[in-house]
């Protein structure tokens, strides 16, 4: 039987959480069974690409035009008929709408997946009456999380008895011990003083601000700690600026982008997430592979992905003394660090592993196309 040609369409494939997922899927699917490439709408490609460049996964990149671009829509029509591809997974909502236009009048399947909500979420009127006709064409759509899937039945009018959760999967990781050791000479750590730290993004929507503030008030009440931000981004200057009003540069290390923050991770005794909004962390997973315990704030998939008093802690939204307190709480208690580390990689190998999310879209891949196209559902796990 010839292989099922799946073609996922996204805006690029530079790094990010939704540009991970696509890797993540394409390098842990059923090769005896799907034959995968990327279409991206915008360019350039991005770093991504490159990697899965070098595995011959076909990857081309148009150059979507400001406004509605109809002309795009007759780019990814053309390339669905000339590649035959028989499953148009879009992700992200507006590769969806040009990737659905562009499957009319082809014999490819539609799916979409909503990676996650920008926070304060909203959509339009007119989203709103479109998206239970663009429904009606689309085979199946999927959502990272509890908290997205909610969204798009609260915001974008999609039926919600038609919404599939389907977690994040990725690769666990594994730190370098003798990277690690140079890193933390490198760095002037001591090993008698803890390090709490987040991997990500210096965006308003990550929340720093807020981080650091219950960070200075942390340990305003006596407690010693360093704090490690890797990452870089718009809010470099706002955060650099408020360390320093804070009084914080002896206490905090701005490491800036780093390819393969996997030994920077190791180094923290706790991982922190106080993002305004997530869908489905992938830093966070990555968090959890190694056993950290995580102090996360209740937003989007968070508290979806650490269970409160479970694997970590979760405290209300942009509430800088109750984030204070639990990192003051969880460095104070050694065995609940182990708890929650123990647990959390548990949980994670569990729910969020490459397989399992490989296995639920073949699932639904194989659902979405007639009986001859099918083959039988093996697990790749």
Not at 41 to 68: T, W
Not at 221 to 228: A, F, H, I, Q, V
């Amino acid at each position: 039987m010839a292989k099922i040609k799946v073609l996922h369409v996204t805006y690029d494939m530079r790094i990010g959480g939704t540009e991970q997922v696509i890797k993540n899927l394409i390098q842990g699917s059923d090769k005896n069974t799907f034959e995968m490439s990327i279409l991206c709408i915008e360019s350039p490609l991005g770093p991504f690409a490159n990697e899965l460049l070098e595995q011959d996964i076909k990857i081309q990149a148009l150059s979507r035009r400001p406004g509605f671009d109809t002309k795009l829509i007759t780019q990814i029509r053309h390339y669905i008929k000339e590649n035959k591809i028989d499953i148009v997974h879009c992700h992200q909502y507006t590769p969806y709408v040009y990737g659905l236009f562009g499957s009319f009048y082809t014999n490819a399947k539609v799916i979409f997946t909503e990676h996650g909500r920008f926070y304060p979420d909203s959509s339009s009127w007119k989203r709103k009456l479109l998206n239970p006709l663009l429904n009606i064409f689309t085979a199946a759509t999927t959502a990272i999380s509890a908290a997205t899937k909610q969204a798009l039945f609260e915001f974008e009018n999609i039926p919600n008895n038609k919404i599939q959760i389907v977690y994040n999967g990725i690769f666990g990781l594994k730190e370098d011990k003798d990277k690690t050791k140079l890193l933390s000479k490198e760095l002037a750590f001591s090993e008698h003083v803890p390090c709490i730290g987040t991997i990500a993004r210096l965006d308003p929507i990550k929340n720093h601000s807020m981080m650091l503030k219950a960070f200075k008030k942390a340990l305003d009440t006596g407690l010693t700690c360093k704090l490690l931000l890797v990452g870089d981004g718009e809010e470099m200057p706002n955060i650099v600026k408020l360390v320093s009003e804070l009084k914080l540069e002896k206490h905090v290390i701005l490491t800036g982008y780093e390819p393969k923050p996997q030994n920077h991770l190791a180094l923290m005794d706790i991982y922190l997430l106080p993002s305004l909004s997530e869908g489905t962390s992938m830093t966070l997973l990555e968090a959890m592979s190694m056993g950290k315990p995580c102090i996360v704030t209740h937003a989007g998939g968070n508290p979806e992905i650490v269970l409160d008093e479970v694997t970590g802690l979760v405290t209300p939204n942009d509430n800088e003394d109750a984030y204070a307190a639990a990192i003051v709480r969880l460095i104070n208690d050694v065995q609940l660090q182990h708890k929650f580390g123990k647990t959390g990689k548990e949980r994670f190998n569990q729910e969020f592993s490459i397989p399992n999310m490989a296995n639920a879209y073949k699932a639904i891949y194989l659902k979405c196309l007639p009986k001859n196209k099918q083959a039988p559902i093996k697990s790749n796990g």
